[in-house]
């Protein structure tokens, strides 16, 4: 496959996964289970769900490895398991999709808080993205995906902990915003200018927003990453805000709406288009349409 | 500006420094101990919830207020103990089994502090017996739960089936909080009230047992 940087730098736009946690759940993953213990326990579950994005034409197949870092798997007791688990999320994936998709390596936050806000020290959290990210390089993946991200100080020291461990690796990263009334910020105070030169900065490839409040919100989003942005910017929203329906929890955003609103995405400039959370390969197809 | 004033100033921008040593100054200058609490570093608090609602600031920000409002409560705390001053009730926190997502619990079991509670946080990944269990010891009024994943949230209904079967119900009151859970979502598996963010789980613990 040709590398994903030439293709972005030619304007292409490149479709990726959706959801991953929704998914699984469907598939047996128990209420408070760790998710990256299915990569070995349970690896044809994770197969099957690569396999399904891959079908409904995801160029960008996702690591289940979101909790990977040995600083989020310590809480459940697993931090000496980060090696094997992460190995085993990349190799599940890559035996579904081969080197007909990119298999991309996720890194979501570690759950701690940085001093002087929290506890952890920024060395200790540098070592555990370094130990996750070493570990999915040495398994071979394509690219990495720093996401979810609300500190930028966080993101920042994941996205160095690629570069140092996987130099010439292409990285995403994104961020997680909210709505306020002065504009766009994380919970940490985070706005979309800060986040695209800090990102780039460290030395992302990719920059943009992923999870959030639904594919409306995102649009705005993309659009102030597209004013701020140096580099390409990729957006993966949820399908909206989780609703209760009959006691099941639901995501209201349908695949039609989503492919309704996503031109305007294309529009403000977005080359890596993907969902999130309560998006589906249903969503993936309806998207295809417009990416091909 | 008189003390009382001045601590809630410190306490807003995050000087734990400052409060603390303003904190001690009211004390010696013999301020009943209730007055600095609740019209200083609970009146600080409730400023920086109200700031952190409308997100004028972010959690960084409370994060250090947090800091400074415990920097003034800890030598006050002693005096209200001794003076026998009556808390607004004992509420148990925690996030639910298998979530290990604890900052909006955090933040909820600060504003509740801030807002005169006390406060008993069991941390993240709590089992459903261990709610029930410390609402007993601590002779706690509220359980207040948090789950940040849509696959931790049915542990919310076996948390109030337990207080029910337990016979706890309905002196022990519930409340559930956290992205995916919503006001629906508590009615449904029988909890008394959702809260929204950290500043309405306090309006909402006032209403439960107020």
């Known amino acids: 496959m040709e590398g994903i940087r030439e293709r972005l730098a030619r304007g292409e736009v490149i479709l990726g996964d959706g959801a991953w946690g929704t998914l ?37 197949i996702t690591t289940n490895t979101f909790g990977g870092s040995p600083l989020r798997l310590e809480a459940a007791g697993l931090a000496d398991r980060t090696e094997a688990l992460n190995a085993g999320a990349v190799a599940a994936v890559r035996r579904a999709v081969a080197d007909h998709a990119y298999v991309s390596a996720s890194i979501g936050p570690t759950g701690r808080l940085l001093r002087p806000f929290g ?28 996401e979810t991200m609300t500190d930028l100080d966080e993101a920042t020291l994941a996205v160095a902990a690629i570069r140092a461990v996987a130099p010439r690796a292409p990285i995403l990263a994104t961020m997680t915003f909210e709505q306020t009334r002065r504009g766009f910020y994380t919970v940490m105070g985070v706005s979309i200018p800060a986040a695209a030169r800090g990102l780039q900065a460290a030395g992302a490839d990719v920059v943009g927003s992923n999870c959030g409040f639904g594919i409306d919100t995102m649009i705005e989003v993309a659009r102030e990453f597209g004013r701020h942005a140096g580099v390409p910017i990729a957006i993966q929203a949820n399908a909206g805000l989780p609703v209760t329906r009959n006691g099941v929890t639901v995501y209201p955003e349908t695949p039609g709406h989503v492919a309704a609103r996503a031109p305007e995405l294309l529009a403000a400039g977005v080359q890596i288009i993907g969902g999130c959370c309560g998006t589906t390969p249903a969503h993936i197809r309806a998207l295809r349409a417009l990416v091909r | 500006m008189d003390i009382l004033a001045q601590i809630a100033e410190q306490l807003e921008l995050g000087d734990d420094e400052r409060v603390h040593g303003l904190t001690r100054q009211a004390i010696d200058a013999g301020l009943p101990p209730a007055d600095i609490l609740n019209r200083g ?102 359980i207040g739960m948090s789950a940040l994943l849509t696959t931790t949230m049915p542990v919310m209904k076996d948390v109030v089936d337990l207080v029910t079967a337990r016979g706890l119900r309905p002196s022990v009151k519930i409340m559930v909080g956290g992205a995916p859970v919503s006001a629906d979502f508590a009615r449904e598996i029988g909890a008394d009230a959702y809260a929204f963010d950290a500043a309405s789980a306090v309006d909402r613990a006032r209403a439960l047992i107020g």
């Open chain 1, 24 to 60: 699984l759940m469907e598939r047996g993953l128990a209420p408070g289970e760790v998710p990256e213990l299915f990569n070995l326990d349970r690896s044809a579950v994770i197969e099957e769900i690569a396999a399904l994005y891959l079908d409904a034409g995801a160029e960008i």
């Open chain 1, 119 to 146: 506890d952890t020290e920024p060395a200790r959290m540098a070592e555990a993205f370094e130990r996750q990210a070493a570990a999915l390089a040495s398994a071979g993946v394509d690219m990495f995906c720093v």
């Open chain 2, 41 to 142: 570093l609970i009146g600080g608090m409730n400023a920086v919830g109200e700031k952190f609602r409308v997100r004028e600031i972010f959690l960084p920000d409370v994060l250090l207020a947090a800091k400074a409002m415990y920097a003034g409560m800890d030598l006050v705390k002693p005096l209200l103990v001794k003076e026998r001053v009556p808390t607004r009730g004992t509420v148990v926190i925690g996030s639910v089994r298998g979530d290990l997502h604890d900052i909006g619990k955090n933040l909820v079991g600060i504003m509740l502090k801030g807002a005169g509670f006390d406060v008993v946080d069991l941390g993240a990944d709590v089992r459903a017996e261990a709610f029930v269990d410390a609402v007993v010891s601590e002779r706690a009024s509220i």
